[in-house]
């Protein structure tokens, strides 16, 4: 089992900077690939990128060139440090895992994880 807890979502500006948390325990951090959703009322769950087991990242289109992931294995942690906000990226922002998974690819679908986080609420106000 893996346990997952988000932190950090807040009210902030158009424009502004947040950077999310994604604290993990209950197996090796090392064995895990942590991916980053987010789900905005009345719509699916959207990926927003992930990192591999090296630190190696992928990105959605709409955020590559302004979100950030990076790993803490000291802190078995995952950031997501989120530049240049727009009020549409409004949305519960979750974190995921996998365990053991050893494929060429980071998963980039909601089904492709294992293991979730409750969210935590972003709010981009114009």
């Known amino acids: 089992q893996v346990q997952l807890v988000e932190s950090g979502g807040k009210l902030v500006q158009t424009g502004d900077s947040l950077r999310l948390s994604c604290t993990a325990s209950?197996?090796?951090?090392?064995?895990?690939?942590i991916g980053w959703f987010r789900q905005a009322p009345g719509k699916g769950r959207e990926f927003v990128g992930a990192i591999g087991r090296f630190g190696s990242t992928v990105y959605s289109d709409s955020v590559k060139d302004r979100f950030i992931i990076s790993r803490d294995s000291a802190k078995t942690t995952v950031n997501l440090r989120m530049n240049i906000l727009k009020p549409e990226e409004t949305a519960v922002y979750y974190c995921?895992?996998?365990?053991?998974?050893?494929?060429?690819?980071?998963?980039?679908?909601?089904?492709?994880?294992?293991?979730w986080g409750q969210g935590t609420q972003v709010t981009v106000s114009s």
């Open positions: 995921a895992a996998i365990a053991g998974y050893f494929g060429s690819r980071i998963p980039t679908t909601p089904g492709e994880y294992t293991y």
């Open positions: 209950g197996r090796t951090f090392e064995t895990l690939i």
